[in-house]
């Protein structure tokens, strides 16, 4: 079975021409519908955590990791690959989804992935069987929105005004030209992991278990490097203005007056401290979302799936092999 440590990387032309560099791991033949993985702000394949994805795979279900165009190995052209909107990052998306030929996906997205993911869901939602939403939110509210979550109105069972996270956490993430280790992984633990010594621990046990994938690990991929690096500053900018548009109001094509649209599964995942996305944000998920579910990890942040890997896994894993709409039906 390919791992996160072992596998090589493949590349697609999509039919609009983008070259997206992509992972398979898990069963070399069936798995069923695969889960398609979008990582956070800056980063790339290599950052996802081995025990995570591999964790996920063991499950005998297909994983596929990808680069967005313009970042990793995906970055075959100037700057200007990477979208400034979420729904641009969508497009890329299911560009990729239909270059591989598949059918129907599971969805994951992580931070900024989260968003995307949620426009992937609202473009085109018979493509994503299931969605899971990690350490992310809606977008920002029209103006003139009345709040209606659900059944209910009004914003009671959310956090209204909405919380603001501190600008220390993005600063350190976005800092530096992403090819120092030390900066990359000073802003991974201080904006992902508590400010303790168990959440220092997590994050030095993150960062062991990602350098595990080297040149030597890697099968049938011969010459290729390993990317322990961050998206270089400009490139950055055009991720981070992508945000700044989903957190402007009044674009009502964004996903929190779509909420309800959102037809499928969806489950939402954060720590119960994200410094980066904060925490409530979960809470107007839950409420706009039909057949939503929210799971919080205690005494932890932004990083809480590195942090809580295996019971992360688990999590998903029993989500995805639900049955539609069986149990939350009975409920």
């Known amino acids: 079975m390919a791992t996160q440590t072992t596998a090589h990387t493949l590349y697609v032309t999509t039919p609009n021409g983008l070259t997206i560099a992509y992972r398979r791991l898990g069963p070399a033949h069936g798995g069923g519908i695969p889960l398609l993985m979008h990582i956070h ?147 991974i633990t201080v904006s992902f992991f508590p400010d303790t010594d168990a959440g220092r621990a997590a994050a030095r046990a993150y960062f062991s278990r990602i350098y595990l994938r080297s040149p030597a690990t890697i099968t049938g991929g011969e010459g290729e490097e390993v990317l322990h690096t961050f998206l270089d500053a400009v490139r950055s900018a055009r991720q981070r203005k992508a945000y700044a548009e989903w957190s402007a109001p009044d674009n009502p094509r964004n996903s929190f007056d779509r909420l309800g649209e959102l037809g499928m599964p969806v489950l939402v995942l954060n720590g119960d401290d994200d410094l980066l996305i904060p925490t409530s944000r979960c809470w107007e998920l839950l409420r706009g979302i039909a057949d939503a579910q929210v799971i919080i990890y205690p005494r932890a942040g932004h990083g809480f799936l590195w942090q809580y890997a295996l019971r992360v896994a688990g999590d998903v894993g029993r989500f995805l092999d639900e049955a539609l709409g069986v149990e939350r039906a009975s409920l």
């Not at 702000?41 to 950052?47: I, S, T």
């Open 41 to 187: 702000y800056r980063a790339n394949m290599d950052f996802w955590d081995p025990l995570l994805i591999d964790s996920l795979a063991s499950q005998g279900r297909l994983i596929i990791l990808f680069d967005q165009p313009g970042t990793g190995r995906s970055s075959s052209g100037g700057e200007e690959e990477i979208p400034t909107t979420f729904q641009g990052w969508a497009d890329n998306v299911l560009a990729l989804i239909d270059a591989l030929g598949l059918e129907q996906v599971d969805l994951f997205g992580f931070s900024m992935g989260g968003c995307a993911v949620q426009m992937v869901a609202l473009s085109r939602p018979g493509v994503v069987r299931k969605l899971i939403i990690a350490g992310s939110g809606p977008s920002a509210p029209s103006s003139t929105t009345t709040h209606t979550f659900g059944e209910g109105s009004g914003t009671e069972g959310i956090v209204w005004p909405r919380d603001v996270p501190p600008q220390r956490a993005i600063a350190l993430l976005s800092a530096g030209d992403g090819t120092v280790k030390s900066e990359v992984e000073k802003g």
